[in-house]
């Protein structure tokens, strides 16, 4: 039996392959995380979705930017498939 793709401790969440998770300002995103190429995403409803092909500088302009939800609704969602984890 494989491990649970989500261990919850404290504020922190820990992903598939080990990527922390960190708690964003965000009515509809509730944590980030980036490793490699990959974007996970946990939202406010409980989902778990990773985005591939996200670059190091889109997570970085995504963390900065004014409204995380509508930069991700804008930027991401309709640039790279999203698959749930």
Known sequence: MSA????RTGDMTTGRGGVQLTPVKSSNIAKLGWNDGVLHVE?????????????????????????????FAKHVRPKHKGTKL
């Open 43 to 71: 939202f406010s409803n409980g989902g778990l979705f990773s985005y591939s092909g996200v670059t190091s500088q889109m997570y970085d302009e995504l963390l900065k930017a004014k409204s995380i939800g509508a930069h």
């Open 4 to 7: 649970p793709l989500v261990n």
